[in-house]
């Protein structure tokens, strides 16, 4: 008998059946309006969000070596790419911005010499700047300063894509619309989601990308691993092509711990602190059963879930209409089975990202979306094997 997590935000309540979320072309249309995001704002709390802003700038700058990952949604991994990302800001107060730089190593030419050690080639990206306009109207952060978590929502999956071209196809990407051997992030995705976990050990993160194609299916998930300076960032953690049961067996027993849940926003409040507890039995069959609940300090229960599923490969797929992928190096990400599906409904869900990076403890970072698709809150727990 072991146990797992799929988390839920305090302040839902589920009986069975996952909170259904939106038609994609609602969410789609609604997101690449405003977006910006329902919290009003005074002069009281102004001073707070330009030193949030701030905080979230000092948690990123720096120079990031590490690798990008891509995995399908059963959790194969499909190319590994590194990258190098230097960040740095610049203005003051409600001024101030992050500017990031993307490099992507280029593949090794075709044409090189044999023997010749041939230095690598590095394109170059330049990502979205982030302030206090783009922060709350494109990119819906949920940021946990303490902790050392965010989130953020990006319209496109540009980004994304280039590193896959630039990476993958290097000189010869001909600009074809489906390069060969090649799994490109859909045009108009739905949803692109980044969590972004930091290590508690070391200076160093994991950043995970949910993609949803625009029928409300994972069309892909993908994962920046990155340690600020020289050094290599954990060699060959993403690398290993652990069995099923090898990478489940890390998650399996009983947790607890707490969670903070923040509106999405530099202005974002905390909205509830609670106590979590989670199971997950599997019989000889390999039945699953996932039962979690969350505790608010009052002992108001505000999170009660009961499913079953049933673990394929690395796909963890549940009754109630949830999927978790296994990656390897502790890691697994969470999505709703099919968003179009549940249209009729108009209710919300949620993406989720958990990294184990020491035995027996782990950082859960999840993500709710309302019924517009717009990104309304941010959970994060901290669990220890009980």
């Known amino acids: 008998m072991a146990a797992i997590s799929v988390c839920a935000p305090a302040g839902w309540s589920w009986r069975g059946t996952l909170s259904p979320p939106i038609h994609p072309r609602r969410m789609y249309a609604r997101c690449e309006s405003s977006g910006a995001t329902r919290e009003t704002t005074s002069g009281s709390n102004e001073s707070m969000s330009v030193d949030n802003l701030r ?20 959790g194969n991994l499909l190319h590994r790419v590194s990258t190098k990302l230097s960040a740095s800001s610049y203005g003051e107060d409600d001024l101030i911005s992050l500017i990031q730089t993307l490099y992507i190593e280029q593949p090794h030419s075709r044409t090189s010499v044999s023997g010749y ?6 394109a170059e990206y330049k990502i979205k700047e982030t302030n206090m306009f783009t922060v709350d109207k494109y990119q819906q952060i949920g940021f946990f300063p303490e902790e050392k978590a965010f989130a953020l929502r990006y319209q496109t999956a540009g980004m994304l894509e280039t590193v896959l071209r630039q990476g993958v196809l290097g000189e010869d990407d001909t600009g074809e619309e489906s390069p060969k051997n090649l799994k490109l992030p859909s045009r108009r995705p739905s949803i692109v989601c980044e969590n972004c976990l930091y290590s508690r050990k070391r200076d160093a993160r994991a950043r995970a990308f949910h993609i949803m194609d625009p029928k409300g299916v994972i069309d892909m998930l993908l994962v920046f691993l990155e340690e600020r300076g020289d050094n290599l960032p954990f060699p060959s ?3 290993d092509h652990e069995e099923s049961m090898d990478r489940i067996s890390l998650f399996l027993g009983s947790w607890k711990g707490h969670s903070i849940t923040k509106r999405s926003g530099v202005y974002g409040a905390t909205l509830a602190v609670a106590d979590s507890v989670a199971s997950l039995e599997m019989d000889d069959n390999g039945l699953l059963t996932q039962d979690v609940a969350t505790t608010t300090k009052s002992g108001e229960v505000t999170t ?3 499913w079953t599923g049933t673990l394929s490969g690395n796909l963890l797929t549940f009754d109630g209409g ?6 390897p190096g502790g890691m697994y990400m969470g999505y709703p089975s099919d ?9 919300s869900f949620h993406v989720e990202f958990c990294w184990l990076e020491a035995q027996g403890r782990r950082q859960r970072l999840v993500r709710t979306y309302d019924v517009e698709g717009l990104a309304v809150s941010s959970t994060y727990f901290l669990e220890t094997k009980s």
């Open 55 to 74: 905080r979230f700038i000092q948690l990123n700058i720096g120079k990031w070596n590490g690798s990008f990952h891509q995995f399908d949604a059963r």
């Open 117 to 122: 050690d041939e230095e690598p080639e590095w």
């Open 237 to 239: 953690l993403l690398n």
């Open 304 to 306: 009660n879930v009961h």
């Open 322 to 327: 949830y999927q978790l992928t296994l990656l």
């Open 339 to 347: 968003i179009a599906k549940s249209v009729a409904e108009s209710r």
